[in-house]
């Protein structure tokens, strides 16, 4: 049923996305766009979220302080992106409570990389170079995703994302310059990161369901395929400056559905170690709001005393 | 109308945070060399072994707790508290690279050879070659995390201690200890008023946020005698006028901890203190048995590759 | 399960002496303190001197008559939609 004034909007809602305008918190939205807004950007941040565990893994065991500075403050930086992404879908009218539930029950996806174990030293360099790269190549792009709060949280997050890149290859490229070991270190890390990496573009065009409507909402700018052959593109030189061959390019897509509904290596203690953190936590959430509430409830008393006095 | 005035990032709430770009993406603990351009001579009359042991202790206590600190990492109640703890580890991490390097450089006899060649810089022979023994750090520091109740009243009680120590060590006659003193100030406030805040928070939360404070702050105040007691090292440096005799901040330290303890309405505990093994403890080298555990963890990969460079 | 979710804050920052206090972001927090605490290390890196405002987003009364939308009044509504107005539908494998 459509009536007059659903036409407006959607005529109001249409001309905007065509005229390559931002779409805003109190706009009205076709549900779809809504639903699919949620449902990526929720993705995204819990990919944020679920993204610091390989990694933080090696906080503790970083070989220098300076590269443990540097790890600790990108996990750090992980964090926030996922916070500045949790309240671009509560303007949406989505809790990060909710979102974090969503999670933990596996009714909402993550990114399939981080379902990937990191084994050594050389994997956070690695998953800088590779795994933020190619985030960093689906990620631009967003920086002119149609909805606004979206597109403005990207842009923060483009910004430190591409020196989450540049300390991956740096690192690398500090450990070529090191020992045997370490060089075979590198280059076992990209053999194992390579192809998860391309698989983080998503399914083939032929195979993606949800490509050509995000596409004409301006929510998603360009399809998986054209984005995974430009990271191909620009990694090629980058490899070559290492000094790492690059394993070839033929994705085994049936890894890639195993992974992404739940059988990858890590998937279960990836949710497992978020639920226990959010769990482990719930009782200082509480206290913290059991705490402000009575210092509310201790204001109106000595305001309520005040005025008796006055009397 | 000037340059200025057609500066395109006017509106840009970020324009004035920026120190540079790789402070932005990194934090300011992450400098190649965090001493340059500072002058290293060992004031006149200052023994430089016992300047570099004295550096050790205030180090090795920054470095032990921020790896402490650092298992917190995306295990917090929430995302900004996450951030918070990454921030305090942070600002401990780059403390400890200022004091390593100072120790190494007052007296390059403490930090532990390493094969020839090796391009291991001497903050990081230090981190990750010495042996427990070797560590100087107070044994506050080392203990396993409990919960976030322990966590936030082991801050509250370190950063008490260390607060009243910087304010008071930015007057040493060492001008690098004093610079790293005045550095560190602002950021062992921000540490203790972050803490202060929790403490109080979780002692008038809810009956389970109170018990686990009560519980956490009596597992720790046996340790807190520790932090007080005089070592030869201090003394000797105190008299200097290079380092700072513990015991002398205890007035302070007390008035603060009661301000603290009487807004949350908790009983300053009655308990003796950790017992050292024939009077030595952490500023001996005498530790937990959990420090040499946290070690084998810390300095594994580093260890693996004594030749390999980072 | 009881929700203990703090409340959300929208936070405003003035980078520099001259400039308007400007919307970066938000964030939860139990209360006012604490929302000024997070805010500093979550969008300053505790940069000093950065003046910071912080206010509870359901505080913030909206006005846009340009942005259209029959679930918000045209002038003083709220700024979001209520985090309970949305059902968040169970997503299928997609990338």
């Not at chain 2, 391009?119 to 010495?130: G, H, I, N, S, T």
């Amino acid at each position: 049923m459509t009536s007059a004034v659903d036409t407006d909007l959607q005529a109001g809602f249409d001309a905007t996305i065509a005229a390559g305008d931002r779409i805003e918190p109190r706009d009205w939205m076709p549900e779809g766009y809504r639903r699919t807004l949620v449902r990526q950007i929720a993705q995204h941040a819990h990919s944020e979220i679920i993204g610091m565990q390989p990694e933080g893994n090696w906080i503790t065991r970083a070989p220098s302080l300076r590269r443990k500075a540097i790890l600790l403050a990108k996990v750090q930086d992980e964090a926030g992106h996922g916070l500045y992404l949790y309240s671009a879908c509560e303007t949406l009218g989505v809790s990060r409570e909710d979102l974090t539930r969503q999670l933990i029950a596996g009714a909402q996806k993550y990114s399939s990389i981080f379902n990937y174990p990191a084994l050594s030293y050389a994997d956070v360099g690695t998953i800088g170079w590779l795994v933020d790269g190619a985030a960093i190549c689906n990620q631009v792009p967003l920086c002119r995703t149609s909805y606004g709060p979206y597109g403005r949280s990207m842009i923060r997050i483009c910004k430190e994302e591409s020196f989450h890149q540049r300390q991956g290859f740096e690192l690398l490229a500090t450990m070529m310059r090191g020992t045997d070991e370490q060089r075979a270190m590198v280059q076992e890390s990209v053999d194992r990161f390579w192809k998860p990496a391309l698989m983080m573009f998503g399914p083939p065009d032929s195979q993606s369901s949800n490509t050509e409507q995000s596409m004409a909402w301006g929510i998603k700018r360009h399809t998986n395929d054209e984005l995974r052959e430009r990271f191909i593109e620009m990694t090629a030189p980058q490899a070559a400056a290492l000094g790492v061959t690059l394993p070839d390019n033929d994705l085994d897509w049936d890894e890639f559905w195993t992974v992404v509904k739940g059988g990858g290596p890590c998937s279960a203690q990836r949710i497992a170690h978020r639920k226990r953190a959010y769990d482990d936590g719930a009782w200082v959430r509480e206290a913290a709001m059991a705490f402000a509430q009575s210092e509310v409830d201790g204001l109106a008393q000595r305001v309520s005393r005040d005025q008796e006095a006055d009397r | 109308m000037t340059d200025h005035d057609l500066d395109p990032d006017h509106d840009s709430a970020y324009a004035g945070l920026l120190v540079d770009d790789a402070h932005w993406a990194f934090g300011e603990a992450a400098h190649d060399d965090p001493l340059e351009g500072m002058d290293l001579t060992v004031p006149d009359g200052v023994d430089a072994g016992l300047l570099a042991a004295y550096c050790l202790m205030l180090g090795d206590d920054a470095l032990v707790l921020s790896h402490r600190l650092s298992e917190w990492c995306s295990h917090a109640p929430d995302l900004e508290e996450d951030i918070a703890l990454a921030n305090i580890a942070l600002d401990l991490i780059g403390q400890a690279r200022l004091l390593l390097n100072r120790a190494a450089a007052a007296d390059p006899g403490v930090v532990p050879a390493l094969p020839e060649g090796s391009p291991v810089p001497a903050e990081d022979a230090l981190a990750f070659f010495r042996e427990d023994a070797e560590f100087r750090n107070v044994r506050m520091a080392e203990v396993p995390n409990g919960d976030f109740a322990e966590t936030m009243t082991r801050v509250l009680l370190m950063s008490t201690w260390r607060l009243a120590l910087l304010e008071r060590l930015t007057g040493s006659r060492d001008p690098v200890l004093a610079a790293v003193a005045a550095k560190g100030l602002k950021e062992v406030a921000y540490h203790r008023d972050f803490a202060a805040r929790w403490f109080v928070t979780l002692a008038r939360g809810t009956d389970e946020s109170r018990r686990r404070l009560l519980v956490a702050l009596e597992g720790l105040w046996p340790l807190w005698p520790e932090l007080l007691a005089t070592h030869p090292v201090e003394r000797e440096l105190a008299a200097a006028g290079v380092g700072v005799d513990p015991f002398d901040l205890t007035a302070e330290v007390d008035r603060v901890l009661d301000e603290v303890l009487t807004a949350a309405d908790v009983e300053r505990p009655d308990l003796p203190p950790l017992a050292g093994v024939r009077g030595r403890t952490g500023r001996d080298g005498l530790h937990t048995e959990a420090l040499s555990r946290l070690l084998a963890e810390m300095q594994v990969v580093a260890r693996a590759h004594p030749r390999g460079r980072w | 399960m009881t929700s203990s979710e703090w409340p959300l804050y929208e936070v405003f920052v003035r980078s520099k002496r001259g400039l308007n206090h400007v919307h970066v972001g938000s964030l939860h927090a139990p209360d006012d303190a604490m929302a000024l605490r997070h805010a500093r290390d979550v969008y300053t890196r505790r940069s000093e001197g950065v003046s910071i405002w912080v206010v509870r987003s359901d505080a913030i009364t909206a006005s846009s008559p340009d942005e259209k939308d029959p679930m918000f009044a045209p002038s003083g509504d709220k700024v979001y939609r209520h985090p309970t107005f949305y059902e968040i539908p169970d997503d299928v494998p997609h990338m």
